[in-house]
């Protein structure tokens, strides 16, 4: 009798610079787990699923919903054009991660679920394969296919969606000095409506000022410049129009400039923050100082953080 436990790991999509393009993965510091795990193992049934967790009563309450069960079902259709059929199973979702929470929660358990799958029946699909089926899933809850949060979760480190030439993406170098303070305050934003409030297009230019930002973080991370990295994390796509979604942000985001803080943003859609830190002890300024201005109930937490390189592992 096989069983495996994967665990697939947060992940801020954006970086503030790169709407739908960058993502990173990331693990707090103290060795804690943020991210969804998903145990599979042998059954008598076709398939079984349980869900666990700290966060499973606000799992839709239809098991057919669940973004698992999809997962589960997209595998078993693409393994059936292959000529193979999908083994009796049994997965068990621990549900860790806030859902709406611009930390990458369904790509937690979408990635954690298809590399579950995919390991119990000797790696069928490649790794662009897998992901581009969690894409599809992702696109599934959120209205448009994206890949920020599945690819770093999946595949770890900063990655930049390049979606050309076989590769969904490609992954960047970055800044390991850098520490990111997360503040999730407890609150929920969903995905799909912080895109709808978007605009349907944009002036010229912003177009050329977002393009110029992008380019030069990108140069930035391959020639080490981390000072020029963190001015470009400008957002003119997405945070103007989301940060009425989030409570007080605009000072909350002065306030950690002025405490060191070398940039400042919505991670993915919100209502998470991040800010980066170039050193601990300023990270732990930060969390304090976010600890108190911007969690607004006991669901909220802070963790101090750092670019995860591994993404989705066994735990053994
Ligand atoms: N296993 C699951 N984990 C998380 N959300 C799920 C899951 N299964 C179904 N859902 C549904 O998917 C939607 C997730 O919403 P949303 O995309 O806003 O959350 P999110 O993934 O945390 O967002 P973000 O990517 O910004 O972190 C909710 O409606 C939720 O009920
Ligand atoms: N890039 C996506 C990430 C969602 O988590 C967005 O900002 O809508």
Known sequence: MSILRIYAPASSANLSVGFDSLGAAIS??????????????DSERQFELESVGHFVQKLPKEPQKNIVYQAYVLFSERLKLRGQAVKNLRLTLEKNMPIGSGLGSSACSIVAALVA???????????????????????????????????????????????SLGNICQPLPFFNQWYWVLAYP????????????????????DVIAQARYLGSFVHACYTQQDILA????????????????????PNVRQGCKDLGALAVG??????????????????????TYLEQQY??????????????????????
């Open 28 to 41: 707090p510091i103290d060795g804690s787990l943020l991210g969804d795990v998903v145990q599979i193992e």
């Open 117 to 163: 799958l995919n390991r119990f029946h000797n790696e069928p699909f490649s790794k662009m394969e897998l992901l581009e089926m969690m894409g599809e899933l992702e696109g599934r809850i959120s209205g448009s296919i994206h890949y920020d949060n599945v690819a770093p979760c999946y595949l770890g480190g900063l990655q930049l969606m390049t979606q």
């Open 186 to 205: 407890g609150i929920e934003v969903s995905t799909a409506e912080a895109r709808a409030i978007l605009p349907k297009s944009y002036t010229r230019q």
């Open 230 to 249: 963190a001015l470009m994390m400008k957002d003119l796509v997405a945070e103007p129009y989301r940060e009425a979604l989030l409570p007080n942000f």
């Open 266 to 287: 919505i991670s993915g859609s919100g209502p998470t923050m991040f800010a980066i830190a170039p050193d601990l002890e300023h990270a732990q300024k930060l969390s």
């Open 295 to 316: 969690l607004q109930n006991s669901d909220g937490f802070i963790h101090i953080c750092k670019v995860d390189n591994q993404g989705a592992r066994e735990l053994k």
